[in-house]
């Protein structure tokens, strides 16, 4: 099918605004197959090494002579196929977001959007067949790069995912039609809405083939040459995919259509009608049932360039550009080169968090991991549930064989203290009790060398006050991990005032190592994640103490976009905890926390709490929960509310900030985007909360003196 609508289209303006691009090159070389037949394999390379593969104007545009020379080549009957790989251990990670700023007109933002249906459209009009050999990851235009190819073939260790919606755009080189056409409109809504706008939603290989994104999975260790042997088995003919060529043929027309309108409310009782970017995905995946491509990427144009000059976007631009730089370099990491070498792993404990923590580190470091506890069932449990859980992992294609096995190799498990004596790091996975996280660590310190790092995983509790056991506390370090520990990206790192370089230098490194972002915080109570959240939590607690409807409490926090209501989130974490964390901030700043009992009657309850309709979602209270709730008669309005929040929020990052618990603002927002799923489209937490007035009313001025301040959006 040919796209030549975008022939005459001036590029002039999008390629003036390109000079700063670090452009990733479309290398070409055949590869004669068993059969004898030529494929013509593309391999994207940055110009810069180290860096992902982006797209931008000039790694486009190179992207299209190519395959303009191979669909010639093609038709001279020189190739029989072209391919499409990535280098190093990433596909492609889509449009290059760090050339967006540059963009300030809407005619530039247009051009963009054509620039990339111009060059990805090719890959679908070469005249014979192409195949995307997807080895890494594969993010926005990267895996639309992989849609417009004929057969798609992925690594086991790749994930893919359309992410824009979550950072205000919305995929605009072909995503919104040709997904849901291949597989169906409910996943295609799932993938670029639901999961997208969680800032995680990514889906893993084996997934990828279930779904049908792509059609066949092989081994990390052969992927290349399984992928060209079994594409030549497509040309051949002795292979074959059969797709349905009308995915979902039963929900066209108007079950389609429902499909969307189902998204569009579940969305405005979630989030509200603030964010654009997926309403406007959303009507654009309900157009693609007409199987009209040409007028699909047309309305991704206008879509897309609309978007891409809006203040979401520029917020998601903040926050995505935190991420990236202090991902890279954490605000006040030591001198990596007075780090000590971790060579092998203690871990106390052997319950689920400590099991998690052996996986993580075992997987990331390929050290000796040792779990330990008082008898030896436990240990020898413990040891067997992550052989299941390599298991589970290998069976997806995640891992190798040989690797898995290795891995299961570097789990040990002991009952006997002295196992720990040539372990250079250690830390602890036990109740979160100060005296018992103090006796697990006095323990092991008498043992382990004089150089080795403790490490204790408190998410609340005073880490200095830990360390008074020791001998020598200047060894000590928080090493706060989020749940679930291999899939939340933050660390916080805890100092104390004894802390020694040396431990901490080293705790940074290890953190780099595991594949988390670390954030220096001091050791004051729930940190910084925790601290927020527990702001948050106790003013929906307050509010429903003062007789606040639980509906009204449900919609004011809806507007803060955060994965989950304060009540939905306390419900996942036990009302048992969530009482304890609210007991522990209100004697810390008994004037700024709320304490709520009813929090403690909730956790007396056998059963559930909140009642929920068919979909999940919370609707009301269960009656056992009514009767032991204890209410006011002073109910506070949803708009009250909300600023009663905003401007608590406001109040106490500020304080967090005068205090130094981060060093600069944008720690304190790389916390809550990281580690509480804080939305990209909100800027994260604190130009929010200048863009919605709070911080003016809170304290008279703003986190960013103007900057990332648009027109309030709520």
């Known amino acids: 099918m040919s796209l030549g609508q975008y022939d005459q289209t001036d590029f002039s303006e999008i390629n003036s605004i390109s000079a700063n691009e670090v452009p990733t090159r479309a290398r070409v070389r055949d590869i004669t197959l068993s059969s004898g037949r030529v494929l013509a394999l593309i391999t994207l390379c940055s110009e810069q090494p180290g860096r992902p593969n982006t797209l931008w104007a000039a790694s486009l545009t190179e992207l299209k002579h190519v395959l303009d020379e191979l669909k010639g080549r093609a038709t001279a009957g020189e190739i029989h196929a072209v391919g499409i790989i990535g280098s190093g251990r990433a596909f492609s990670a889509g449009a290059d977001l760090s050339m967006m700023p540059a963009i300030a007109s809407r005619d530039a933002a247009m051009q963009l959007a054509q620039l990339g249906h111009h060059a990805l459209g090719r890959l679908s009009d070469l005249g014979v067949p192409s195949f995307g050999f997807i080895n890494g990851t594969a993010l926005g235009g990267g895996l639309e790069i992989a849609l417009h ?5 992925i690594h086991p260790s790749a994930v ?15 995503g919104t039609f040709l997904l849901p056409n291949l597989i169906g409109v409910d996943a295609a809504i799932k993938i670029m809405v639901s999961d997208a706008l969680k800032n995680r939603g990514t889906v893993a290989a084996a997934q990828a083939v279930e779904l049908g994104i792509v059609d066949a999975l092989f081994p990390a260790s052969n992927f290349l040459e399984d992928s060209l042997k079994w594409a030549d088995s497509i040309l051949t003919g002795s292979s074959s995919v059969i797709r349905d060529q009308q995915p979902n043929a039963d929900v066209r027309g108007t079950l389609w259509t429902e499909a969307v309108e189902a998204e569009r409310c579940r969305l405005a009782r979630k989030v509200g009608i603030v964010p654009k970017a997926p309403y406007a995905a959303l009507e654009l995946i309900e157009k693609a049932k007409d199987g009209d491509r040409k007028a699909a990427f047309e309305r991704e144009d206008q879509a897309f360039a609309e978007l891409i000059l809006g203040e979401q976007f520029e917020a998601s631009l903040y926050a995505f550009n935190t991420v990236q730089k202090l991902s890279k370099r954490p605000s006040g990491a030591p001198d990596s080169a007075s ?38 069932f436990r240990v020898t449990e413990a040891v067997s549930r992550i052989h299941e859980e390599i298991g589970g992992l290998e069976a997806k294609g995640r891992l190798d064989h040989d690797t898995a096995n290795r891995i299961r190799s570097l789990i040990l498990a002991s009952t006997d203290l002295a196992d720990y004596a040539d372990c250079d790091f250690v830390i602890e996975a036990v109740f979160e009790e100060t005296r018992i996280k103090q006796k697990a660590l006095a323990s092991i310190e008498p043992i382990i060398s004089a150089e080795a790092v403790l490490a204790t995983n408190t998410s609340s509790l005073s880490v200095e006050e830990i360390g008074t056991a020791l001998e020598n506390p200047e060894r000590l370090v928080g090493f706060h991990f989020f749940n679930p520990v ?30 988390k972002t670390a954030v220096l915080t001091a050791d004051v109570p729930g940190f910084v994640v925790n601290r927020i959240l527990a702001k948050v939590m106790g003013e929906a607690a307050h509010a429903i103490e003062q007789g606040t409807s639980l509906e009204t409490v449900e919609r004011a926090f809806a507007s803060l976009l955060l994965p989950m209501s304060p009540i939905e989130l306390i419900d996942l ?94 720690d304190l927002d790389l916390c809550l985007l990281l580690g509480a799923g804080w939305p990209y489209i909100n800027g994260g937490l604190t130009p929010y909360l200048d863009r919605v007035g709070a911080s003016r009313r809170s304290f008279g001025a703003t986190f960013h003196e103007g900057k990332h301040v648009a027109a309030p959006i709520l």
Not at 149 to 153: D, P, V
Not at 342 to 364: E, P
């Open 339 to 376: 780090a000590r070498k971790v060579t092998k792993v203690g871990i106390i404990g052997a319950g689920l968090m400590a099991r998690q923590f052996a996986l993580l580190f075992a997987t990331r470091l390929r050290v000796p991991v040792l779990l330990n506890d008082l008898d030896e």
């Open 573 to 666: 974490v036990g009302w048992k905890v969530a009482a304890h964390v609210q007991d522990t901030m209100h004697d810390a700043f008994p004037d700024r926390f709320f304490a709520s009992e009813n929090f403690h009657r909730l956790a007396s309850i056998q059963g559930d709490v909140l009642e929920r309709d068919e979909n999940g979602r919370v609707v009301g209270w269960t009656h056992a929960a009514q009767e032991v709730l204890e209410t006011g008669v002073a109910p506070i309005g949803m708009t009250d509310l909300l600023h009663r929040i905003q401007d608590g929020l406001a109040n106490e990052a500020r304080i967090m900030l005068s205090e130094r618990v981060v060093s600069n603002v944008e």
């Open 160 to 174: 893919l995912g359309l992410p824009e919606v979550g950072i205000g755009l919305l995929p605009g080189w072909g």
């Open 486 to 515: 291999a899939a939340m990206p933050l660390l916080e790192i805890v100092s104390t005032p004894m802390t020694n370089q040396e431990t901490l230098a080293t705790a940074f490194a290890t953190a780099k190592a595991l594949g």
């Open 149 to 153: 190819t004929s057969y798609r073939t």
